[in-house]
T-cell receptor
Framework: GENVEQHPSTLSVQEGDSAVIKCTYS??????FPWYKQELGKRPQLIIDIRSNVGEKKDQRIAVTLNKTAKHFSLHITETQPEDSAVYFC?????????????FGKGTHLIIQP | DGGITQSPKYLFRKEGQNVTLSCEQNLNHDAMYWYRQDPGQGLRLIYY???????QKGDIAEGYSVSREKKESFPLTVTSAQKNPTAFYLC?????????????FGQGTRLTVV
């Protein structure tokens, strides 16, 4: 089955700086890569996703890049703000994979220092 | 509010008791999932269902049971056989059979053994 590794487990950055979280996956058939943000005690919510037919996607201060050859994808947050503090999860999925088609990384706790 | 509702938000269980966590969705999604979340462990899959009257074990199904009698409902029972049930439980649903579609999460139930 799919295996998703996520690094780092904790990331502390100064407010206004950029943050980068990296994930690798093992199944070359995976073609959907979502990122979820979870604030303390709340539900995970999708913030951005990318499919394998593109290499990069941006949404304001958030961007995701995908390298299918190397089987890794990254989340980039620019101009970080206090409200960006949360746990971020990456995931990998493939069409027709059923439940096995959505595998999560273990999460990154992002801390924005004022 | 997101279309998927879990109840209760907090639940306390005595040793040796079974408890049932509720999950209801009005998104008309076929696929529903139960995850367990522990600090530093990410989201681990307990059970999933892709269609009414059918469900499959996930990675950590021991000590848990589910039913899927209606499309909109997927309750999880934590049995006395689950030796360490204290955790945050998340229910999710996805369109179709899953695959490359977004997962929508409920707000979670925090279960504590007392």
């Amino acid at each position: 089955g799919e295996n998703v590794e996520q690094h780092p487990s904790t990331l502390s950055v100064q407010e206004g700086d950029s943050a980068v979280i990296k994930c690798t996956y093992s199944d070359s058939a995976s073609n959907y890569f979502p990122w979820y943000k979870q604030e303390l005690g709340k539900r995970p919510q999708l913030i951005i996703d990318i499919r394998s037919n593109v290499g990069e996607k941006k949404d304001q201060r958030i961007a995701v890049t995908l390298n299918k050859t190397a089987k890794h994808f990254s989340l980039h947050i620019t101009e970080t703000q206090p409200e960006d503090s949360a746990v971020y999860f990456c995931a990998a999925a493939k069409r027709g994979g059923g439940a096995d088609g959505l595998t999560f990384g273990k999460g990154t706790h992002l801390i924005i220092q004022p | 509010d997101g279309g998927i509702t879990q109840s209760p938000k907090y639940l306390f269980r005595k040793e040796g008791q079974n408890v049932t966590l509720s999950c209801e969705q009005n998104l008309n999604h076929d696929a529903m999932y139960w995850y367990r979340q522990d600090p530093g462990q990410g989201l681990r899959l307990i059970y999933y269902s892709q269609i009414v009257n059918d469900f499959q074990k996930g990675d950590i199904a021991e000590g848990y049971s589910v039913s899927r009698e209606k499309k909109e409902s997927f309750p999880l029972t934590v049995t006395s056989a689950q030796k360490n049930p204290t955790a945050f439980y998340l229910c999710a649903s996805r369109e179709g059979q899953g695959g490359d579609t977004e997962a929508f999460f409920g707000q979670g139930t925090r279960l504590t053994v007392v």
